[in-house]
């Protein structure tokens, strides 16, 4: 069909329809269709050309010939989301920072600007949400150096490609790529086809020009709807932006980066006057821990950094059945295997009971060492008594739970006292195989930890 620049391929089985339709005409799925932009099929018959043996053929060389020129990395300023980049933004490179609406990715974004701006780099921020206006709003509300990024509001592919190309700045933020569509193509902004095809040609103008491009994206609660992640094996490096909108912690990790770590966590909150960086979370958090049945302080590792969060559950005789298990913060088959392991193996038995277990503070932790703690505070709500010496500390602990009971290695146990200590949380409750850390009580199991915890000589220093 000539004049037609897009066709539509289904991304089960390839078949490729000219117009759109909602059932796959090849494989017969539903929704698989995606717009895509046709490419001129080459001059000179069908098929893959066999080039010339000799000519333009690439000579591979041994890797430790390969040219890498040390680049050096432009730091936004922010030290939390510096450490989520690895060290700053890599020129040239393009990373994508997802996150649902209202989370405050703009918010960083433009702070991360101002701050590239002050130090002398060329920025552009490129609005297709918002316009120039409403953009020097939140600047105003930012204050200082936010004010001297210069918008563009243009959600045209071909315009920003444009402008690049012309001011060639060292970095670019695309708030956001959903907002942006390409000529040619008939679908709508922020469908599968146009988010993939503008990103697409944003990253080949980010490599030839070395700027380093902040895609912006917003994330369903489902996570899918042609959003930022069918972006993910194209970008560099995927930022996801967390927190409650009610609450005003906000926690920045990085899902993919090559060229850093993937481990590292900013943490941040949102005040009046944009985000602040919260250096020392553990304060925070265990500022709030109570010393009530059923809390309990989790060593935690975020990364390479320890961080203390408090692990609250509340356990309540029910009828229904199946009882309820409502896990916030936590993973839901953990939690199903905790209750599981505490009945079998020296806990009490939960069958009966609706389950609730929260991390305070509206934080998330997805390591195993936070088992002991959730299996600690279920035990502790379910006696309705608080656990450790009852004139002590809160209760600090760490451990992987395996399903034999036992009480199981897990990364950097003398981080995680040392952070507990410093608190003056005293001794911590960890697995034997840790044994050998200065502050740390050790236990073989989880019977033998419940049973450390009981009572008016519980965990004391040794
Ligand atoms: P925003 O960065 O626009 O979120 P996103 O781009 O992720 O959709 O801002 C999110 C919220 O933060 C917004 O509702 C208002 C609030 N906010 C503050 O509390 N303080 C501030 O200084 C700014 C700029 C925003
Ligand atoms: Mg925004």
């Given amino acids: ?142 204050g200082g150096d936010a004010l001297g990024v210069p918008p563009l509001a243009e959600t045209s592919v071909e315009a920003v490609l444009g402008t690049l190309e012309a001011e060639r700045p060292d970095v670019c933020v695309i708030d956001s790529i959903q907002t942006l569509s390409t000529e040619g193509m008939t679908g709508a902004p922020g469908s599968v086809g146009q988010v993939r095809e503008a990103a697409g040609a944003v990253m080949e103008a980010a490599k030839r020009l070395g700027t380093a491009v902040v895609l912006v994206g917003h994330v369903t609660k489902e996570g899918s709807v042609a959003g930022p992640r069918v972006l993910e094996h194209l970008v560099d490096g995927v930022l996801l932006f967390e927190g409650e909108r009610e609450r005003s912690f906000r926690t920045l990790r990085a899902l993919k980066n090559r060229f850093g770590a993937t481990s590292e966590v900013g943490v941040f909150e949102m005040r009046a006057g944009g985000l602040v960086e919260v250096a020392d979370p553990s304060a925070r958090f265990v500022g709030e821990a109570s010393r009530a049945a059923g809390s309990c302080v989790l060593c935690a590792m975020e990364g390479t950094r320890p961080l203390l969060v408090e692990v609250q559950a509340l356990v309540a005789p029910t009828e229904i059945v199946p009882p309820r298990r409502v896990a916030t913060g936590i993973d839901r088959n953990r939690l199903a295997m905790i209750i599981a392991v505490l009945a079998r193996h020296g806990g009490p038995s939960l069958a009966a009971a609706d389950v609730f277990v929260n991390v305070a503070g509206g934080g998330r932790v997805d390591e195993p060492g936070a ?70 009580k050790s236990t073989a199991t989880l019977a033998a930890a419940l049973r450390s915890v009981r009572g008016p000589g519980a965990l004391r220093a040794a």
């Fill in 371 to 440: 088992d002991l703690a959730i299996a600690l505070a279920l035990a502790s709500a379910h006696r309705g008594e608080p656990l450790g010496a009852p004139d002590g500390p809160p209760l600090a602990c760490f451990g992987e739970v395996g399903l034999t009971g036992e009480l199981r290695f897990v990364a950097h146990p003398e981080r995680r006292v040392a952070e507990a200590g410093k608190f003056g949380l005293a001794p911590v409750l960890g697995p034997e195989s840790a044994e050998g850390v200065d502050g740390l």
């Fill in 1 to 142: 069909m000539p004049g037609r620049e897009s066709e539509f391929v289904c991304q089960g089985c390839g078949h490729v329809a000219l117009a759109w339709t909602g059932r796959c005409p090849g494989c017969g799925e539903w929704n698989t269709l995606v717009e895509t932009r046709r490419r001129e099929p080459r001059k000179g018959g069908r098929g893959v050309r066999r080039p010339a043996p000799t000519r333009n053929a690439a000579r591979p060389v041994p890797l430790r010939e390969v040219e890498a020129p040390a680049v050096d990395r432009l730091t936004t300023g922010i030290a939390e989301l510096d450490r989520v980049l690895g060290g700053g933004l890599v020129p040239g490179s393009l990373i994508l920072l997802g996150g649902s609406p209202g989370i405050g990715k703009s918010t960083l974004t433009g702070m991360a600007l101002g701050n590239l701006c002050a130090a002398g780099r060329s920025v552009l921020y490129v609005s297709g949400e918002e316009s120039a206006a409403q953009v020097r709003l939140r600047a105003e509300r930012l």
